[in-house]
């Protein structure tokens, strides 16, 4: 139960980011288009039984109530499963809580396969955050029922790349939790170039995931034999998949032993970047075992980034702790990278607490980076920049970034500068439009 709702919660973050990019981004690229058509000869789970079937459903919200549907003491028609999942989730936008995705699960679990068919011909399927939490929820429940017919609802009827890559990331994910060596065939059966797609790297991270917690022999075989040695894209995926799922230093060094005569150096990397999130003094203490220089430092600067993402602060001291006197302005570099675009804040913080750095550079790299997403942290933070050509090029971004949302935001923030600055960030979007309108 916990990885179907936290398989739906990955589709979740995943169509999240479509939706943030796309709004930046008016030319968002068209869906992957619709692969083979797939069919499933399944029966239905349980008698068949029309939409006005009445279902029951526990009104808890917490995990237990998912699982315990011998307390339901409600019952709904599929219509009103409908309803009832679009007052818990269609007012939440991309930020729905895990009890309420149960709770919406709970119901919507009770359909068998011609409901669960029969409700989703009921949405209106759209690219707003209501509409995708809404009916990623009942994909998830045709998979755990039919999943090559849910694979084929995603391909035929879910647009857009990231849409339709969340989407397909939560039925595989689905799918591998109840047979994942059915799931793997399934993706080893696609033709080479829909698996060379998005679709399939995504893929990739529910099978193995669960491949590798109940049979990880099987899990790493299969990396080593079923995929071709230069997909190194394919490969590091399927590592890190598998290595998410790994729980203590002699199953890690039994994944790492396994990695090292694939020469793969970014699935080398990945053993090394959940390692250190689950065990960080067992994967430090191995990693200086690595005789390289520049291997051992490529391997520990990507694990520490990864590590930032998780659990930034600690993450971050201990990359600190770790560097030698002339590493320390490099090091916070990475640092300041890894947080910049989802936790500026917190980054800036950070950096005020440092010594033995020279800050200013790193304010600007900080304000620079978190300005396309995040204008509203770089035009507070612009008063830090000292440098005058900094100020103006910081300026010009946080102006451009603006606009991309709102052209009076971006008028009003320029407004506010000094005419110096105006004129300057002004000459420079001049240059930069002349130079594209030549070509």
């Not at 935001?409 to 130079?435: G, M």
Request: charged letters at 20%; glycine letters at 4%.
């Amino acid at each position: 139960m916990k990885l179907l709702i936290g398989s739906l919660w990955i589709a979740t973050v995943l169509c999240a980011y479509w939706y943030g990019t796309s709004q930046v981004n008016p030319h968002q690229p068209a869906g992957l288009g619709s692969a083979n058509s797939l069919t499933d000869a399944a029966e239905p789970d349980g008698q068949n039984e029309t939409a006005s079937t009445v279902l029951p459903v526990d009104e808890e919200t917490d995990e237990r109530a998912v699982s315990n549907t011998e307390s339901a003491h409600k019952t709904v028609t599929v219509d009103e499963a409908v309803a009832q999942t679009q007052v818990l989730l269609g007012d939440m936008g991309w930020s729905p809580t895990m009890a309420s995705i149960a709770k919406a699960y709970a119901i919507v679990s009770q359909l068998n396969l011609e409901q669960t068919l029969a409700a989703l011909n009921q949405l209106e399927y759209g690219d707003s955050p209501e509409s995708l939490q809404i009916t990623l929820l009942f994909i998830n429940r045709l998979a755990e029922l039919s999943p090559l017919q849910a694979i084929d609802y995603v391909n035929l009827n879910v647009t857009g790349s990231m849409q339709k890559d969340g989407a397909m990331a939560a039925v595989i994910a689905t799918w591998a939790d109840s047979d994942p060596h059915a799931a793997l065939q399934w993706y080893l059966s696609q033709p080479e170039d829909t698996r060379q797609q998005a679709m399939g790297r995504f893929a990739l991270g529910g099978l193995f995931s669960s491949l590798a917690r109940q049979d990880l022999d099987a899990a790493i075989s299969s990396i080593e034999t079923d995929f071709d040695a230069s997909d190194f894209k394919a490969i590091e995926y399927a590592v890190s998949s598998t290595a998410r799922n790994l729980q203590n230093t002699e199953q890690f060094e039994y994944l790492l032993e396994r990695v090292q005569a694939m020469d793969n150096e970014s699935a080398l990397q990945a053993v090394f970047s959940n390692w250190l999130a689950r065990e960080p003094d067992e994967a430090l203490a191995r990693l200086d075992l690595i005789s390289d220089p520049k291997q051992q430092q490529a391997i520990e600067e990507r694990a520490f980034r990864s590590w930032m993402v998780r659990r930034p602060e600690e993450a971050a001291e201990r990359f600190m702790q770790r560097a030698a006197p002339d590493q320390r302005q490099s090091r916070a570099k990475v640092v300041v990278e890894s947080m910049s675009f989802n936790q500026p804040e917190l980054a800036l913080s950070w950096l005020s607490r440092q010594t033995a750095i020279d800050a200013q550079p790193l304010t600007s790299e900080l304000i620079s980076r978190s300005a396309y997403r995040n204008p509203q942290f770089a035009d507070q933070n612009l008063h830090r920049i000292t440098n005058q050509d900094n100020l103006s090029v910081l300026t010009s971004r946080v102006y451009q970034s603006y606009s991309r949302y709102s052209q009076a935001k971006a008028d009003e923030f320029l407004s506010r500068q000094s005419p110096a600055i105006r004129e300057q960030v002004l000459t420079r979007l001049k240059r930069v439009e002349a130079i594209r309108s030549r070509g």
